[in-house]
C-alpha cells in the first residue's frame, strides 16, 4: 500500500556470506518456498507443520503476529538470505523473550539441506547472537537439542552453550514426544539498563 510506513523494527545484519534480518510481511512467499523445499528434510525435527506452512497464504497470518511480536519484544524472528536477499537459506527464532530478573530467550534455528556443512549457521547464529546481547541486552539465551542431533549439539557447543541437563519427553517433534539436551550460553559481562 502507498504511504504506509511501517513501525515493526528494522533490524538486518550481515556476514560474509549472509544477510540476517528480522522478517516480515513481505518475507511470506520466500518463507513459503523455504519449507516447501526442505519439508521432509526438516520432518525428523520440526514439529508436525500443516499444508500452510508451504504457501505464501499460510505465512501472511503468521508473519501479521510474527510482527507484533516483534513490536512487542516478546520474538526476534530472523530469515539468513543469500547477500541480493531473494532466498531463504534458513531460520533463526530467539522467542518467549522475558525480562525483569531474567533476561533470557529461547533459541530455535533451521539450515535447508543444500546449505549444510558449510558453516553458515555457526557464522548467523554468531551475528545473531551478538544483536541479541548487546542490542536486546539478553543474559541467558537457551537452546535444546535431541540426543541424536550430534551437529546441533556440536554448532551450541562451539559458539559458548553449555549443557545444563537432560529433559524426558520435551518436545513433541514429529509426532513424538522427544528427549532433549538443555543447554544455555549467558553473557558474562551483562549489566542492567544498557
Known amino acids: 500500500m502507498f504511504g504506509y510506513r511501517s513501525n515493526l523494527p528494522k533490524v538486518r545484519l550481515t556476514t560474509d556470506r549472509l544477510v540476517v534480518r528480522l522478517v516480515y510481511e513481505r518475507d511470506a512467499w520466500r518463507l513459503a518456498d523455504y519449507y516447501a523445499e526442505n519439508r521432509q528434510f526438516l520432518k525428523p525435527w520440526e ?61 530455535g534455528y533451521s539450515l535447508g539441506e543444500k546449505w549444510q556443512g558449510q558453516g553458515m549457521m555457526f557464522e548467523a547464529l554468531t551475528t545473531a547472537i551478538r544483536y541479541m546481547q548487546r542490542s536486546q541486552n539478553i543474559h541467558r539465551i537457551m537452546a535444546n ?42 553473557t558474562k559481562e551483562w549489566t542492567p539498563g544498557r
Open 47 to 107: 514439529p508436525i507443520r500443516d499444508d500452510s506452512h508451504c504457501y505464501p497464504s499460510g505465512w501472511q497470518a503468521r508473519l501479521g503476529m510474527i510482527g507484533e511480536m516483534h513490536k512487542t519484544g516478546s520474538a526476534y524472528y530472523f530469515a539468513l538470505l543469500d547477500p541480493e536477499e531473494k532466498e531463504i537459506r534458513g531460520v533463526a527464532n530467539f522467542s518467549n523473550v522475558v525480562r525483569g530478573s531474567f533476561h533470557a530467550c529461547y533459541l
Open 145 to 186: 537439542y535431541m540426543p541424536h542431533n550430534q551437529r546441533s549439539g556440536d554448532l551450541l557447543a562451539r559458539l559458548g552453550f553449555e549443557k545444563e541437563g537432560y529433559a524426558k519427553e520435551y518436545l513433541l517433534i514429529d509426532g513424538v514426544w522427544r528427549d532433549h539436551v538443555l543447554t544455555a550460553l549467558t
